[in-house]
Nanobody
Framework: QVQLVESGGGSVQAGGSLRLSCAAT????????MGWFRQAPGKERESVAA????????YYADSVKGRFTISRDNSENTVYLQMDSLKPEDTAVYYC????????????????????WGQGTQVTVSS
């Protein structure tokens, strides 16, 4: 079992930065690919970024490429999302999620393969 708790959300002006953290409990975190997702009001949940279990590969949605950075510290059981140059359209609830499988060799972006989810943290970007 993996339990996830996000933190670091808040309200910022356009152009600002936030760093989200996702702390995991459970001994299997280091074997899990991790993903960050977001859901804006009235929209479907979408993949933002993902990282393999060892940090060797990453994925970014086109809308955040060059502005967001995903990283992980397996010794601290934590995955991060550094968000720079934030835009109003980044406003959403952000969720972290852990892969249902262990040691998957590639990043995954579909919500269907993630079966552990955090409670979400709100990010609001004002213009």
């Amino acid at each position: 079992q993996v339990q996830l708790v996000e933190s670091g959300g808040g309200s910022v002006q356009a152009g600002g930065s936030l760093r989200l953290s996702c702390a995991a409990t459970g001994r299997t975190f280091s074997s899990k690919a991790m993903g960050w997702f977001r859901q804006a009001p009235g929209k479907e949940r979408e993949s933002v970024a993902a990282i393999t279990w060892n940090g060797g590969s990453t994925y970014y949605a086109d809308s955040v490429k060059g502005r967001f950075t995903i990283s992980r510290d397996n010794s601290e059981n934590t995955v991060y999302l550094q968000m720079d140059s934030l835009k109003p359209e980044d406003t959403a609830v952000y969720y972290c999620a852990a892969d249902s499988l262990s040691f998957r060799p590639r990043v995954v972006v579909s919500t269907n393969v993630y079966n552990y989810w955090g409670q979400g943290t709100q990010v609001t970007v004002s213009s």
